[in-house]
């Protein structure tokens, strides 16, 4: 018990100290992160499918292949390194994953081919979508910046839903939000860690006036809902295939999916939100330099939410 503890206690921190410093240290780190962490998820999605859906053989390398180079496609176009055509060999990879079934007479192409595009449209693009919330033009000098704080935002809320959602849930959990799927999430749970959200947006509007704080605490609550559905989705499809973790490559969390469920739904939901509710602002928004103490104040949160 106090073993299992310590490994995932070392594994969290060490998972996000990884992720903070390579958001916050530079474009090229945020890119070569989550490039890596698109190709593993979509990787071991692909294991996780052939191991256990019957009759099903994704082609994992050239799904994972699929992903990296979606990621690095939006990523090169948010930044003005390329245009459109950026997209075509991406194209070309999807209709290989068609062409192919025709030919390597597999039990069952058509699953093949579904569970081969929702590899893409369920993991890649929502990971693809960080790019947007990263990259932003700069019209006084006609010039894209980066701004780690959009991107690094969402998973703080998420973090600390998660963290809040435990702790009420804990103490006063009695009416189970989703009995069938996940038995063990409550609605005083979801509802406590969705107002320790919202009160972290209050904390971010005041250092980082990007946005108002009433639309601060709108990206928050949109994330936690749209993140307990991501936790939700990715329970359904473990409870599908009769598994407990979509892996092992986190030791003591399980796998990469596991790890990144909620925000799976969480990024698009708030890059719709972003253009929906700050509109143009969004996409000129300024790159904030901030102060080591407003850093370490930020490290703080962001400990204190996995100490748990």
């Not at 025709?102 to 990971?127: C, D, T, V």
């Not at 919330?133 to 998973?155: M, R």
């Amino acid at each position: 018990m106090i073993s299992n503890f310590i490994k995932r206690a070392i594994t969290g921190i060490l998972f996000v100290a990884i992720l903070v410093g390579c958001i916050l240290y530079n474009s090229f780190s945020f890119g070569i992160l989550f490039m890596a962490i698109s190709a593993l998820t979509i990787y071991e999605f692909g294991q996780l499918i052939n191991s256990r859906a019957e009759g099903v053989n994704v082609n994992k390398t050239i799904i994972m292949l699929g992903g990296a180079y979606l990621f690095l496609a939006v990523m090169g176009f948010c930044i003005d390194a390329a245009d459109s055509k950026i997209f075509i060999p991406y194209l070309l990879l999807l209709l290989y994953l068609m062409i192919s079934e025709l030919y390597l007479k597999r039990a069952s192409p058509m699953l093949n081919w579904a569970y081969s595009m929702l590899s893409q449209l369920y993991i890649g693009l929502p990971f693809a979508l960080l790019n947007v919330l990263a990259f932003h033009t700069d019209p006084e000098y006609s010039s894209v910046s980066y701004n780690p704080i959009l991107p690094l935002s969402i998973f703080i809320f998420l973090w600390l839903s998660d963290t809040g959602a435990y702790c009420v849930g804990s103490l006063i959990g009695k009416h189970r939000l989703f009995e069938r799927i996940s038995p063990k999430k409550s609605w005083e749970g979801s509802i406590g860690g969705g107002v320790v959200a919202i009160g972290a947006s209050f904390v971010l509007a005041h250092y980082f006036t990007i946005m108002s704080m009433w639309e601060w605490a709108g990206l928050a609550l949109v994330v936690v809902v749209f993140g307990t559905w991501g936790d939700l989705t990715e329970s359904l499809l473990k409870r599908q295939l009769h598994v407990k973790d979509s892996g092992n490559i986190l030791p003591g969390h399980g796998g990469m999916l596991d790890r990144f469920d909620s925000a799976l739904m969480a990024i698009p939901a708030a890059v719709f939100y972003l253009y929906k509710k700050v509109g143009s602002r969004f996409e000129a928004l300024p790159t904030f330099f901030f102060t080591h103490s407003v850093r370490q104040g930020l490290g703080l949160v962001i400990y204190k939410s996995f100490a748990i």
